[in-house]
């Protein structure tokens, strides 16, 4: 299972860069989790457009999904030109009715995901938990069987996310802000607290991601650090994690 990370700023993405965007790969099989501002225009960097398989989604946030409707256009240009008339499943919950509306178009399908049973999507199984933001939003665990992602998505602190993350090989947290602020209500986590599951989850790899757009991001990385023994990488287009 190889994982890129395409998108990692959190709210808006700094010049020729992303917002949330993260591709998973096992056995030719591809698939695309959120699509954020940006997005398509740096993961044409690393994959082609047409070889996605399928797509999944946290929540309806723009920072999580503003690449949708480019993404649909893409494919509707592509089909034409490419002379085919595959349709792109685009998985995403119900709970907001109009943001999951607008994944179907011409070339792609809206499929809804119930978050209290696990989903098969190619070679991954998936299971989620529900985060602690301002809308809908559901993290992800996600196995080929041989190893385990977990994606946070956006959340503010829970315990709930030791248990999920337990003994996983890579950890991808939302870290949107510093040891010394509180993001409870914005619904993100801070450096430490993202370490202190890491640690007490037995992960083995902690990426953090959703980044904010001030500070020194090496301090995140050196707070969390401070509770988490595993190795800590800081998220940044191009970064791979393959086991």
């Given at each position: ?33 959120d ?6 225009s740096?993961?044409q960097?690393?994959?082609?457009i ?22 649909q ?8 030109l ?16 109009e ?24 070679p ?44 996983a ?9 510093y ?41 995140l ?19 791979t994690?393959?086991?």
């Amino acid at each position: 299972m190889k994982v890129s990370v395409i998108g990692y700023w959190g709210g808006y993405p700094a010049p020729g860069s992303a917002t949330s965007a993260y591709l998973l790969e096992k056995d030719d099989f591809t698939l695309l989790i959120d699509v954020g501002s940006g997005a398509l225009s740096r993961l044409q960097q690393y994959k082609d457009i047409m070889a996605i398989d399928a797509v999944i989604l946290s929540h309806y946030h723009y920072d999580h999904v503003a690449d949708i409707g480019v993404l649909q256009y893409a494919w509707l240009v592509q089909s034409y030109l490419m002379e085919h008339q595959d349709i792109l499943p685009i998985y995403g919950h119900t709970e907001d009715k109009e943001g999951f509306e607008k994944l179907t178009h011409e070339f792609t399908e809206g499929i809804a995901y119930n978050p209290e049973e696990t989903l098969t999507i190619g070679p991954f199984t998936i299971s989620f938990l529900k985060t602690k933001h301002p809308v809908p939003c559901y993290g992800m665990r996600i196995t080929d069987g041989d190893s385990v992602i977990v994606y946070t998505a956006d959340s503010s602190y829970q315990d709930d996310w030791i248990q999920f993350s337990q003994d996983a090989d890579l950890l991808i947290t939302d870290c949107n802000f510093y040891a010394d602020q509180d993001g409870t209500g914005a619904g993100h986590m801070t450096s430490r607290e993202v370490g202190m599951i890491a640690e007490k989850a037995n992960v083995n790899t902690l990426i953090l991601s959703h980044l904010p757009q001030y500070g020194d991001h090496q301090d995140l990385v050196n707070q969390a650090s401070e509770v988490f023994d595993g190795r800590v990488l800081l998220a940044e287009e191009g970064l791979t994690w393959e086991k």
